[in-house]
């Protein structure tokens, strides 16, 4: 294993354990949760707009599973302040595997994306772009 994966293994460690902007956003523009099917891990995102209606404020979320899909939701948590909701649109799954930095399986990338895709539905849902939902899941 190399120093350089090594240190990602640890940052990753690191938001599993001390995630950041965790908790309940009390004036959240919107919200929307999601799970993966295949674990039960679960995600709720909250995220707050500017009020430009279109820049990302704060985000914050609540979850429970694993170390992937926690530390993900960590990090693209804070990637997303100063983010119009057009660049989340535009994210796809290499934008977060690239924030983890370490290679994963095709299972774990569903970790890996799961508040990814929990904020871009969110985000269509608030927009009239999709339709209401109970719930993202990662199997769509
Ligand atoms: Fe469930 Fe990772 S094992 S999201």
Known sequence: MSMGSDMYRQQILDHYKNPRNYGELDDATFSHVGENPLCGDAIRVDVKLADDGETIEHVSFEGDGCAISQASASMFSGELRGKTLEELDAMDR??????????????R??????????????????????EDMDMTTTEE
């Open 94 to 107: 290499d934008d977060v595997i690239d924030l983890l930095g370490v290679d994963i399986s095709p299972v």
């Open 109 to 130: 990338v569903k970790c890996a994306v799961l508040a990814e895709k929990v904020a871009q539905d969110g985000a269509a849902i608030y927009q009239g772009e999709k």
